[in-house]
């Protein structure tokens, strides 16, 4: 990859590949370091210079998304604890109840529904950012809608 | 938890993102409760995408393409550092024989 193919690839994926660390991962910190590493290990690694911008792309989260499970099974391992990270930026109300029930998902329901319902994901390009098979998608999204969906429900109660 | 699947969910989905909704689909949409919770989680989560106090000024392209450049010259180096420090402790071991050797030899005469 040229020095100007990445420049273009950094500026159409960057913000969207931090927004999903972010939100799967809950914290916000994380989320930078993690997208660098990212970057850093996309440029080190045997893809073909000549890969396209989607087998780039898919490529780029599968690598993020490992990252961020090594990175939450260190911390399980540290602080034997669920990883309830709180974002300290300050939130509308409107958007509490969201990502209040963001948080009491697991991080694979988040890593799945932000995929699919932000990214636009098809259950091909999610499993190939996740490592799931292609069938095994759409049971496990239709499981984390639902329970996002209770968490949602529940909240405006 | 069971598991709720409709056919209708891509097709929901893709109205909802487009805007482009036939009757019959905003019909199902109305009465489907599978797809009534796709509309809402994707609402949700859209919304919640949409949030600018969470988004960051990121490091430049140019700034991670130096630094991987760094990174990669740094592993590139790291087998002649290793070969260097093993023929430093090679020629360290030759010359301290030698030195033995001398002293033993002048030592016998």
């Known amino acids: 990859m040229t020095q100007e193919e990445f420049r273009s690839f950094y500026e159409s994926t960057a913000k969207q590949l931090w927004a999903y660390l972010a939100r799967v991962s809950g914290d916000p910190t994380w989320a930078d370091d993690l997208s660098q590493e990212a970057y850093l290990r996309l440029l080190r690694s045997s893809l073909p210079a000549d890969a396209d911008i989607a087998h780039r792309r898919n490529y780029l989260y599968r690598i993020a998304t490992n990252l961020l499970r090594d990175r939450q099974r260190l911390f399980r391992k540290e602080q034997n604890t669920v990883i309830t990270s709180p974002v300290t930026t300050p939130r509308s109300e409107a958007l509490h109840d969201v990502h209040s029930a963001l948080r009491q998902l697991r991080p694979a329901d988040r890593e799945l529904l932000w995929l699919a319902y932000v990214e636009g994901a098809s259950h091909q390009e999610i499993a190939a950012m996740t490592g799931y098979t292609r069938l095994s998608i759409r049971p496990l999204l239709s499981r984390a809608r639902a329970r996002m969906a209770a968490i949602l429900k529940g909240e405006r109660k | ?109």
């Open chain 2, 1 to 109: 938890m069971s598991l709720q699947l409709c056919r209708h969910e891509a097709a929901i989905l893709e109205a909802q993102r487009t805007g482009n909704w036939t009757e019959s689909l905003e019909e199902h949409a109305r009465r489907c409760s599978v797809c009534t919770e796709v509309l809402l989680v994707e609402a949700e989560l859209r919304r919640e995408a949409g949030n600018q106090a969470l988004e960051r000024n990121l490091p430049d392209a140019d700034f991670l393409w130096y630094r991987s450049r760094a990174q990669a010259h740094r592993l590139a180096l790291r087998p002649v550092s290793v070969a260097e420090r093993f023929a430093t402790v090679c020629a360290l071991s030759i010359g301290t024989a030698v030195v033995i050797a001398l002293f033993r030899a002048a030592a016998l005469t």
